[in-house]
């Protein structure tokens, strides 16, 4: 018999932690984000998956559920409508462009911290080269294939404003959608789901004119490790470094870091 909706709000509430560590990864990115949509940079890496995910799936949104979450992240970063539809174009043969390799690179950072790199590139031997040499230089290393992925977990997430819902309405709506948990993150709730949910999670929210704060398909971390604030902001810059290289698309980490140490330093 499927739960009900009642059954499932008095487990999240009794199983979520206002203090995990996820939230607390999630709340890096939430502010992240913000900083990143004023970035130049965010463009060519949205254009980028555009590209490979029109490659992949065709260049109809409809039956191309990578797609559209490449152009929803195009959208929020302000991306004119002829840009996104060159770069789907190009993707999908109608223009010529140029040819994207998908690579994940394994890693450690400081304190022995996992991180799985995301990069998309038409030339493996620099990437590498650069992904390996910021590394190096601030305290981590490659590791090899393997080495980390086993510690996460394909995962939607969704963050709502608290100021937009109340707790009640959000969690029966995003539970009745399909989401596997709300939670509450500081001044965001926090939705996860399972990949295949996590469109339908967030046209549901859309179609009740939620607003959202960031939405993203990335990996979760099943274990974490926790860094004093040394340590902490030495993640947190290697981390920004790598993610300033063009071919990274999406760096993660298993860290977590104490509220009052991630305010300080961010």
């Known amino acids: 018999m499927r739960p009900t909706i009642e059954w499932k709000r008095a487990y999240f509430r009794g199983n979520s932690s206002p203090v995990s560590g996820h939230n607390r990864w999630s709340k890096i990115k939430h502010k992240k984000a913000a900083t990143d949509a004023g970035r130049s940079k965010i463009w060519s890496k949205v254009i980028k998956e555009l590209t490979v995910a029109a490659r992949m799936g065709g260049a109809d949104m409809s039956a191309n559920p990578r797609l559209r979450t490449a152009v929803d992240k195009a959208r929020s970063a302000n991306m004119p409508n002829d840009t996104i539809d060159r770069a789907i174009k190009k993707g999908s043969g109608d223009l010529e462009g140029v040819s994207y390799e998908e690579i994940t690179y394994e890693a450690y950072g400081p304190g022995g911290v ?8 038409d030339n493996r031997t620099r990437t ?12 981590g290393n490659l590791g090899a294939a393997g080495s ?3 510690l996460f977990k394909k995962k939607g997430t969704i963050l709502v404003e608290k100021a937009v819902i109340s707790e009640d309405k959000l969690m029966e709506l995003a539970l009745e959608a399909g989401a596997e ?9 926090e939705i ?5 949910a996590y469109l339908a999670v967030k046209e549901a ?5 939620i607003a959202i704060a960031h939405g993203e398909l990335g990996l979760v971390p099943s274990t974490r490790i926790a860094l004093d604030e040394d340590r902490a902001r030495s993640m947190l810059k290697l981390i920004g470094l790598i993610e300033d290289n063009d071919d990274v698309q999406n760096v993660y980490a298993n860290h977590e870091v104490d509220d009052a140490i991630l305010d300080k330093i961010s």
Do not use: F, Y
């Not at 948990?181 to 709730?189: A, E, F």
């Not at 996860?192 to 295949?196: K, N, S």
């Not at 929210?205 to 004119?209: H, M, V």
């Open 114 to 121: 996992a991180l799985m790199i995301e990069c998309m590139t």
């Open 128 to 139: 590498v080269a650069e992904v390996r040499n910021v590394l190096q230089k601030h305290g």
């Open 148 to 150: 980390v992925a086993h």
């Open 181 to 189: 948990d709300v939670r509450d993150s500081g001044d965001v709730w």
């Open 192 to 196: 996860e789901t399972e990949p295949g």
């Open 205 to 209: 929210l859309e179609k009740a004119k």
